[in-house]
């Protein structure tokens, strides 16, 4: 998904409804960064526990990278 299909589809909703992402292990948590970085896709990556693409580190432009944005999010009732 782009930036400009999650606005369009965005767009469609009540303006105060909670965004939220997966929690670690289970549960939700409400979003509360939105991260810019670089990803590469995993070749023929299949398990399900793995999601499709990597984060790019510290610059490496050795792989076929492409701009993309996290919707980041941690409990913030955690005692971690």
Same mark, same amino acid.
């Given at each position: 998904? !782009?930036?400009?299909?999650?606005?369009?589809?965005?767009?469609? @909703?009540?303006?105060? &409804?909670?965004?939220?992402?997966?929690?670690?292990?289970?549960?939700?948590?409400?979003?509360?960064?939105?991260?810019?970085?670089?990803?590469f896709? @995993?070749?023929?990556?299949?398990?399900? %526990?793995?999601?499709? %693409?990597?984060?790019? %580190? @510290?610059?490496?432009?050795? &792989?076929?990278? !492409?701009?993309a944005?996290?919707?980041?999010?941690?409990?913030?009732?955690?005692?971690?």
């Open positions: 998904m !782009t930036v400009k299909e999650l606005i369009q589809i965005l767009q469609k @909703h009540d303006p105060d &409804k909670k965004v939220v992402v997966r929690g670690y292990e289970g549960g939700y948590n409400e979003v509360s960064e939105i991260i810019e970085m670089s990803i896709p @995993h070749p023929g990556q299949r398990v399900n %526990y793995y999601g499709e %693409y990597e984060k790019i %580190y @510290h610059g490496d432009s050795s &792989k076929n990278t !492409t701009a944005i996290e919707l980041y999010g941690e409990n913030s009732k955690s005692e971690d």
